[in-house]
């Protein structure tokens, strides 16, 4: 149950940004410059965080997406899914975690 | 109360209100492409993560225009960002019209937000399509190179 609305949560959060960095990258064909600028933002710190709270939903949902996968075509997928969602958290885990100790400290290091 | 059909009874065909016939299995088509879009796009997610904010020096501060003309500068690349783009929109957008179905009572909000997904959806795929394959990584106004161009344009 609550996997299923932090699907629809982090879903639709992914779908969002999408939307909004499609238009970003899209300065690419206004000039080096205006990209560069727009690209600056995201060199914030608070876009930063904002960005790794964006790869933590993206990594759920994709664990999850996994999990409802397996489930749906594996005949003995319903009766482990429990077994399923722990495996799919220890992934999340070791993959964020080192992510974000190389991410953070390039939004908190040098400069 | 009335009991439930048997699961293994035979389909019976109900017409009138509240039931609609359809003569396509577009919804079943749909649930098969999330979980197999889903399973591309993690893949494809992943390695654009990885690409974007692991790999380089600065991780998200080395992004700039000649970041991106250097990735763009393979064809590998722009079909990687290509697939991403139509996969994840399409993905994306089917979820969406998910909510609208679960969460809009009124048949007209319904309409009007599936309208409204549509034309995000085309208007960014569109746009998205045309980036990549109309990008010119050594951008030139009157014969001169504009600033922030990658060093590859100055030979």
């Keep these: 149950m609550w996997s299923w609305v932090l699907h629809r949560v982090t879903?639709?959060?992914?779908?969002?940004f999408l939307l909004v960095h499609v238009l970003d990258t899209a300065m690419v064909r206004v000039s080096p410059e205006t990209?560069?600028?727009?690209?600056?933002t995201y060199h914030n710190w608070v876009m930063g965080l904002a960005e790794a709270g964006l790869v933590a939903a993206i990594l759920v949902h994709a664990f999850n997406g996994l999990r409802i996968v397996v489930?749906?075509?594996?005949?003995?997928g319903p009766?482990?899914?429990?077994t399923l969602l722990?495996?799919?958290?220890?992934?999340?885990?070791?993959?964020?975690?080192?992510?974000?100790?190389?991410h953070l400290s390039h939004i908190f290091g040098g400069e | 109360?009335?009991?439930?059909?048997?699961?293994?009874a035979p389909r019976t065909r109900q017409t009138g209100p509240g039931r609609r016939v359809t003569r396509t299995n577009a919804e079943a088509v749909g649930w098969v492409f999330m979980r197999v879009s889903g399973v591309v796009l993690v893949a494809l997610v992943l390695g654009h993560l990885v690409a974007n904010?692991?790999?380089?020096?600065d991780g998200v501060r080395s992004i700039d225009f000649a970041f991106?003309?250097?990735?763009?500068?393979?064809?590998g690349w722009q079909l990687w960002d290509l697939l991403l783009l139509w996969l994840a929109m399409i993905h994306g957008a089917n979820g969406v019209r998910t909510f609208i179905n679960d969460y809009a009572t009124k048949s007209t909000t319904r309409l009007w937000l599936k309208v409204l997904v549509g034309i995000a959806f085309a208007a960014v795929v569109v746009l998205g399509t045309l980036v990549i394959f109309t990008f010119d990584p050594c951008p030139m106004v009157d014969g001169a190179l504009l600033d922030g161009a990658p060093g590859f344009c100055t030979p």
């Design chain 1, 11 to 16: 879903g639709f959060l992914i779908f969002m």
């Design chain 1, 35 to 40: 990209y560069d600028n727009i690209m600056g």
């Design chain 1, 71 to 76: 489930v749906d075509f594996w005949s003995k």
């Design chain 1, 79 to 82: 009766k482990y899914q429990k």
């Design chain 1, 86 to 102: 722990w495996i799919g958290v220890a992934a999340l885990v070791l993959l964020l975690v080192p992510f974000l100790v190389i």
């Design chain 2, 1 to 8: 109360m009335t009991a439930i059909a048997d699961p293994k």
């Design chain 2, 53 to 57: 904010l692991v790999v380089p020096a």
């Design chain 2, 68 to 75: 991106v003309a250097g990735k763009w500068s393979s064809l």
